[in-house]
């Protein structure tokens, strides 16, 4: 490993504004609000405010899948939430979600507009709303909510992890990059054994479990998000390619990862969501 600079950390951490590479300007050390911003209201019982990233993808997913199912009760307005201009700090925004990170949804069939937010907590909610997606025999309950909590808390090493240090960190270094590929690697060998006799995360049935994890792993391994594809050898977990492929072949999923896009091919983008005619 090559020698790395000697640091020597202050005794008190003191904020670098110019320090973070390419999301450096909407990084910062304390929460709230930076501005007044009102955020839009459609006609539909849900309000989403979010962005085509993973975390955002699986919310949209799930409302596509309740709809496709004839929940009609599902419909929403999904308004973009761009957060490299930093709206995820206007003040409605911040209202809606106190963390300033998309997704956030606001139910407005409620006697008074509830909020939900990370992304994990809105599956849920809706999954117990509508009855769909969620087992309702307490092991097969169980193995769902785990796959779902280690989604949550494995995508930080992923995303934060290995993304940023070998995508968008102003410098290579070696010891972080190796540190969360090997962590990286080793959560898609878990997956890959989960997989390896059983067609979806928790058996034969797709549920929000699938649904959580799909985005980030199902992406990384078909989808080459950080262009980590043969660093990664992705190819290498068959059974995860096999999942993220059968995941990505269902029309909901398909409308899903449209919703607030802004980038790629035209087709594929749907910025603002009001009705599925929007999908034409």
Not at 44 to 73: C, D, R, W
Not at 152 to 174: C, V
Not at 250 to 274: C, D, I, K, Q
Request: charged residues 25%; aromatic residues 12%.
């Amino acid at each position: 490993m090559s020698e790395l600079p000697s640091y020597t950390p202050p005794k008190v951490w003191k904020w670098d504004s110019s320090n973070g590479g390419k999301f450096a300007n909407i990084n910062r050390p304390v929460a709230g609000a930076t501005h007044e911003k009102e955020l839009p209201v459609g006609d539909h019982p849900f309000q989403l405010y979010s962005l085509a990233t993973p975390n955002g993808v699986k919310v949209t997913i799930m409302l596509e899948e309740l709809l496709a199912l004839g929940h009609t009760e599902a419909e929403y307005d999904a308004y973009l939430i761009n957060i490299g201009e930093g709206q995820q700090f206007g003040s409605d925004f911040v209202a809606a979600n106190p963390n300033s990170k998309i997704p956030a949804l606001v139910d407005r069939s409620t006697a008074t507009p509830t909020r939900v937010f990370e992304s994990g907590a809105i599956l849920m909610y809706l999954a117990e709303k509508f009855g769909e997606f969620l087992p309702e025999d307490p092991s097969k309950r169980a193995e769902c909510m785990s796959w779902l909590f280690w989604q949550m808390g494995s995508a930080p090493y992923l995303g934060g992890g290995f993304g940023h240090f070998y995508a968008y960190a102003p410098m290579k270094i070696e010891y972080c990059i190796d540190r969360f590929a090997m962590e990286v690697k080793r959560q898609l060998d878990v997956l890959d054994q989960n997989l390896a006799d059983r067609r979806f995360l928790c058996g034969d049935d797709y549920n929000i479990s699938d649904i959580a994890v799909y985005p980030w792993y199902g992406a990384l391994v078909i989808h080459n998000i950080y262009d980590a594809q043969e660093f990664l050898d992705v190819s290498s977990y068959k059974n995860v390619v096999r999942w993220a492929r059968e995941v990505e072949e269902r029309p909901a999923v398909s409308r899903g990862r449209r919703v607030n896009r802004t980038w790629g091919p035209e087709e594929l983008r749907v910025p603002e969501r009001h009705s599925a005619t929007d999908f034409k």
